[in-house]
């Protein structure tokens, strides 16, 4: 059963903080915050995710937003479709708002091509990583740059490690260059995958 989109949902489901590890670091780790909470079945297939991420002084003005589909791939192996919001100025502060969250739909979203999650299950955790490809394609700081990306989930943690690389080079150009982000769950959302998801 662990092996399951919704054990997976529910891990992800909830308010993260890498509190510890920026106090500890904090030239190379800024305190950032998760929110991870599930939305309305916008479609007939998955568990719909919405993600903001944040510093934790500007949690209303979060610097990357996502809606996650979270899709059975096969016996062993779990799929995330990543999108983007339209507008997504529309729905910052979303996470922590269930009323706003619910007004979110399938026509506010644009795909992200190339940036699927390819999860697996093992010793208590998820692991996964963006498809390989160098398709996710990521323009920042001026630069083109595509998305190398993994991470793990458990219960109460979520680990994460984003990186923009050159196409041409593989040469990092923006992300962490301490390794992972270390986040721990603060709040639980998982009781809310159940009572919009019922098996
Ligand atoms: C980008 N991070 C991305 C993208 C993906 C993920 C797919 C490219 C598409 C986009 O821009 O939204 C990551 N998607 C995931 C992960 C999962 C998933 C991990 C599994 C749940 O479905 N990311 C972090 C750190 C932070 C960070 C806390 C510091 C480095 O986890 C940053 N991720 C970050 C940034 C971008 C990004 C800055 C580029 C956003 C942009 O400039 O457009």
Not at 23 to 47: K, M, T, Y
Not at 62 to 77: E, I, K, M
Request: aromatic share 12%.
């Amino acid at each position: 059963m662990s092996n399951s989109i919704y054990t997976l949902a529910a891990w992800l489901a909830g308010d993260f903080s890498n509190w510890e590890q920026a106090i500890e670091n904090p030239p190379f780790f800024a305190h950032i915050r998760v929110c991870i909470r599930p939305i309305a079945a916008l479609a007939d297939q998955g568990v719909w995710l919405y993600l903001e991420q944040a510093y934790d002084y500007m949690l209303q003005q979060p610097y990357r937003t996502a809606v996650l589909q979270v899709l059975p791939l096969s016996d062993q192996q779990i799929k995330i479709v990543n999108y983007k919001l339209k507008q997504p100025t529309d729905f910052f502060g979303a996470a922590r708002d269930r009323g706003r969250l619910a007004t979110l739909t399938l026509a506010h979203l644009e795909p992200l091509p190339g940036c699927d999650m390819q999860v697996t299950y093992g010793s208590g955790k998820f692991s996964g990583q963006v498809e390989p490809g160098k398709n996710c394609c990521v323009f920042r700081n001026g630069r083109n740059t595509y998305l190398s990306s993994e991470f793990t989930v458990t219960e109460q943690t979520y680990s994460s490690l984003d990186r923009g690389n050159d196409p041409e080079t593989d040469e990092r150009v923006w992300g962490s260059i301490a390794g992972a982000f270390e986040f721990k769950k603060k709040t639980s959302f998982a009781a809310e995958v159940g009572e919009i998801y019922p098996l």
